[in-house]
């Protein structure tokens, strides 16, 4: 079964923060002198201009500028970006364009410009509303600086902004976390992105460990973060995702629903269905070998086709993030297999209760929500025929 | 060609506490007698399984043939006959020093006399063997040679007077004690024209050579082509090879009265040449066979398991392998509804279970799942059967079992005077009876008639507690007695797990049904659902503990990127549960099925 061509999204990754944090494990680089903004357009367009025939003709749907801290390029560097991008592929009209910044690195002026270059979307890194978290998180903004960005990104035009929060953080109690949603609603967002802090390998938090909150305690934070968020309006459809009706992000949805999308810039990640199947793309991490190669086959760090058991697991591993699941013919579409593929992890999910496949719709029940990594594991290559 | 004679000859063994110097001392005589090229002398010789190196114990029995030009200008053959250093072997070492005229007692002065070197020198004394004693590591600051002589004289009651003053490691009074040994160990006076009388001091399987046997001629002549017979058994055999160790392999044409030597007479396995046998000629038998043969029986059980069910044959395989070399290693095969095919193992005591268990994983690349160990109970049954009961769960019911008979042993333990409450608390504790208690000098020798099986779960660890690893244990099995003891069955969210049931006594039932749930709660690892831990005795609940669900496991955020990474985290929560066993949708780990051995006493 071929796949069907899935609708594209083009992600652009501007790796450079003021200073890294202790948490972070992405790609992301202190940023020591300034930052050559120019060049890394630049880089960036011609890495744009050799992947664009992997489009093969489709319209763009969402555009997201993530980082690193995309706010830390100039208004104008980001407009020359916005501009080069639409001549090199056809972004759709109503493209969703996003653009992440960190409350440490905005004023009204410079949200105005990313407005005024076309940036339609802002993903604002609070974190925490709580001065001593944000110290102990390693963030470079305060508790004022938070709430002046939320102010400035609505001043500026932005109707449409998400806020990313954490939880779990260190020392932090049920009713710390309380607020911090709170205060976050209060701001009208349209999105909120609550994530649990988690010690990833190879940040500084997981050579030197703080002390978090306990299992129960978490558990807790997230049971009151979902009532509270829920109550205002905030509906949960992924498992940090949290939305006002007609807000969920395209783009982001477009990874859980296992479509396509090219991975422009630094350590960037694409993925692209092409008659032979799916293919992955990886970008030179580093910013300097990134640019020293963009716009040549260099630059693709490397290229991998998943197998047929991978594309399962793969494809399990974003669609079952989904609150609601997600429809049975998904499968079929994304990945060419059928049903049958995975019928013995299918059973084994449903046996333990971690899923339900009714009206052609596969869906994590609550257990297998809050067991999602158990539940995906299922569906791991070594899992899928035993 | 009649091989040396008996007046020229001393056999001799080295008895001595773990670490107090056999194996140097051992070298050293090697070096000496020029044995070995100084190339050739990888350290400690004598103990040659690297694990019995790594844990500095002997189990098989080697020996080394040396020639010692003494200061009377005559050589001498010395015999070195080297004797397990463990509770576990006590009968292996007993065999090998009846091989022997005399022993040489190694204690180290800054330690002191320990039980196990106090219970080798009274079977040595029983034997009727000079005793030399040799104060080792004199060269210590923290040697104490007069305190070590008062505690020979004391405890075990032999002149020290005299006694060497020696150290291994440097040399120091080592060719006085091969001297002494010339002096002082008589020679053999077997009867070289008698028929033959050759004692098995150990035999081990050799890939080359099959079925290898250390053998001390008591009476008459052995030599290749002989057709001998084994006088338990009653089989005959036809010598291939006979030689000695020096410590290399070396072939020699006869062994006669009073030598020590290796024979290769094509004997399928190690249980054909049972250690403690006599060999003796078929044409011309002895009448009586040696005294003391005794067949060794294994005293502590457990249930031996692969995780991976698949693993099953070559377990199989490498436990056939294992008992090629090890006669007291004994296995069945065995069912458990938890933890599916798996065999139940006899071994001689705890140190050989870890040994063998260590063995398979490490050797053989083996997971293992290990039941906790048990001891045999004698069960007489109401039709008045007597059963054998190796494994808890196979105990009968109630209703059909007149009377249970467990295993006791009798204990020697030899402990500073300042420890000696602790010591006897512990002893009480463990259901143990005081037969006797003395003071010598600084220590005290404690007598107790304990259950085995009381033993066998955490005596040692509990005993070097509540010394600070001074006391030291000795022990020999008594009998069997009856006593009121039952079954107490682990139930993990209602079902009954047969691996983890143990016998207890009834006086301990609620107190460590309590603990071992406990435990298990602790063990347990959190899981999608509420795990209950109940203990019972019969249908009877006496404990429960819950392990409460686990609030979630979610990866936090997940977009395009990297998606190998997440692949591995996934991958490795799940290698952590191939670990675990699954029982019905619980997953347990394999230390809980040892859950009971860490039970924690210290209420």
Redesign the interface.
Known sequence: MPIEPPPL?L?IHLPWCVRKCPYCD?NSHAAEDEVPERRYVEAVLRDLALDAPLAEGRTVETLFLGGGTPSLFSPESVARLLDGVRALVPLASGAEITLEANPGTVELGRFRGFRDAGVNRLSIGVQSFDDDKLKALGRIHGRAEALAAAGAARTAGFDNFNLDLMYGLPGQSVEQARVDIVTAIALQPTHISA????LEPNTLFHQHPPTLPD??V??AM?DVLVDELQRRGYRQYE??AYAQDGHQCRH?RN?WEFGD?L?IGAGA???LSRAEGVM?V?KARHPDAFLRTAGTAAARASIRFPSRSDLI??FM??AL?LHDGFPAALFSQRTGLGLRDIEVPLRAARG?GLLTLDADVIRPTA?G??????L??LF?P??QSQ | MSGWQQEFIRNFSIIAHIDHGKSTLADRFIQLCGGLEEREMQAQVLDSMDLERERGITIKAQSVALNFRARDGRTYRLNMIDTPGHVDFSYEVSRSLTACEGALLVVDVSQGVQAQTVANCYTAAELNLEILPVLNKIDLPAADPERAIREIEDIIGIHARDAIRASAKTGVGVPEILEAIVARIPPPRGDAEAPLKALIIDSWFDNYLGTVSLVRVIDGRLAPRDKIRLMATARDYAVEQIGIFTPKRKQVDVLSAGEVGYIVAGIKDVRSARVGDTITHAHRPAPTALAGFKEIKPRVFAGLYPVESSDYDAFRDALEKLSLNDASLQYEPETSQALGFGFRCGFLGMLHMEIIQERLEREYGLNLITTAPTVVYEVATNKGDVLRIENPAKLPEPNHIAEIREPIIRATILVPQEYVGGVIGLCVEKRGIQKDMLYHGRQAMLTYELPLNEVVLDFFDRLKSVSRGYASLDYDFLEFRASDVCKLDVLINGDKVDALSVIVHRQQTDYRGRELVKKLRELIP?Q?FDVAIQAAIGSKIIARETVKA??????????????TR??K???R??EGKKRMKQLG?VEIPQEAFLAVLKVDNTK
């Open positions: 999204s992600y992405f994530y649990q802090l988690t299992d129960d978490i558990g997230q498992v940090s982001n990874y999308y991975g990640h694409g993925k992955r990886a697991f793969e591993l974003n993030r333990k257990l929500r809050r067991f999602l990594n158990d995906v594991a791991l070594s899992d | 959190r999608m686990l609030r979630k496991n979610v990866t936090a955020k997940c977009y395009g990127g990297d998606i997440k692949r985290l996934l991958e929560q799940k949708s």
